[in-house]
Nanobody, 126 residues
Framework: QVQLVESGGGLVQAGGSLRLSCAAS????????MGWFRQAPGKDREFVAAIYRSSGNLDYADSVKGRFTISRDNAKNTMYLQMNSLQHEDTAAYYCAAAQNLIWGTRRTAGSYNYWGQGTQVTVSS
C-alpha cells in the first residue's frame, strides 16, 4: 500500500511561484509512476505532469509546459512540482498520484493511477 501526502499549497499573486511536495510512504518512489493532477470547482480532474518510474522521462500538459517542473528526490522519497509564473487559471486543488504499473501512453488519464493524496489547494489571485 502506498500513502501520499501533499503539501505546499497556498495563496499567491499572479506571476508568483509555489513548490508542491508529495511525500510517499509504503514504497520507494523510483519504483512508481507518479503524476500531478488538478481539479478546479465544477471541472473535471485534469492532468498536469508525470514522471516515469525508471527512466525519469517527463511529460507536461500544454497549459503548464515551460512554467511547471516535476521532479523527485529518491533519498527523501518525495516528488515535487515547482510552479512558476502562476496564473489565475492555475487555481485548483492539486493532487499527486502514483501507480505501480502503468502503460506510459495512459499517463494523462486519472484512472491509470491507483494511489492518490488528499490534495492541496492552490489559489492564484489576479
Amino acid at each position: 500500500q502506498v500513502q501520499l501526502v501533499e503539501s505546499g499549497g497556498g495563496l499567491v499573486q499572479a506571476g508568483g511561484s509555489l513548490r508542491l511536495s508529495c511525500a510517499a510512504s509504503g514504497r520507494t518512489i523510483s519504483t512508481l509512476y507518479m503524476g500531478w493532477f488538478r481539479q478546479a470547482p465544477g471541472k473535471d480532474r485534469e492532468f498536469v505532469a508525470a514522471i516515469y518510474r525508471s527512466s525519469g522521462n517527463l511529460d507536461y500538459a500544454d497549459s503548464v509546459k515551460g512554467r511547471f517542473t516535476i521532479s523527485r528526490d529518491n533519498a527523501k522519497n518525495t516528488m515535487y512540482l515547482q510552479m512558476n509564473s502562476l496564473q489565475h487559471e492555475d487555481t485548483a486543488a492539486y493532487y499527486c498520484a502514483a501507480a505501480q504499473n502503468l502503460i506510459w501512453g495512459t499517463r494523462r488519464t486519472a484512472g491509470s493511477y491507483n494511489y492518490w493524496g488528499q490534495g492541496t489547494q492552490v489559489t492564484v489571485s489576479s
